[in-house]
Nanobody, 122 residues
Framework: QVKLVESGGGLVQPGDSLRLSCAAS????????MGWFRQAPGKEREFVGG????????YYADSVKGRFTISRDNAKNTVYLQMNSLKPEDTAVYYC???????????????WGQGTQVTVSS
């Protein structure tokens, strides 16, 4: 059974940083692409960033490029999302996602976590 558990969300002020983590279990995730989506109130879920199994390829949404960095530790089956210079519009529930294929992960990943709330407010 695949299980993805996110952590690290919280309430921060504009300009602050936050790091999300997603621990995966149930498979050998070192061979899977991993990534993050988010969903703000009243909006559709959107892709934030993804990383290939090797870590050699990363994709980002234009809205977070230069501010967010995705990384992974295959020994720990964990993917991270470092979020810097946070803005109120980054407020959302952030979901971890996993798929065999990175391109597929950016649109319709096979596995999802339950999400962690990030709120950016002064």
């Amino acid at each position: 059974q695949v299980k993805l558990v996110e952590s690290g969300g919280g309430l921060v002020q504009p300009g602050d940083s936050l790091r999300l983590s997603c621990a995966a279990s149930g498979r050998t995730f070192s061979l899977y692409a991993m990534g993050w989506f988010r969903q703000a109130p009243g909006k559709e879920r959107e892709f934030v960033g993804g990383i290939s199994w090797s870590g050699g390829t990363t994709y980002y949404a234009d809205s977070v490029k230069g501010r967010f960095t995705i990384s992974r530790d295959n020994a720990k089956n964990t993917v991270y999302l470092q979020m810097n210079s946070l803005k109120p519009e980054d407020t959302a529930v952030y979901y971890c996602a996993v798929d065999v294929n990175l391109d597929v992960l950016t649109t319709k990943p096979n596995y999802w976590g339950q999400g962690t709330q990030v709120t950016v407010s002064s």
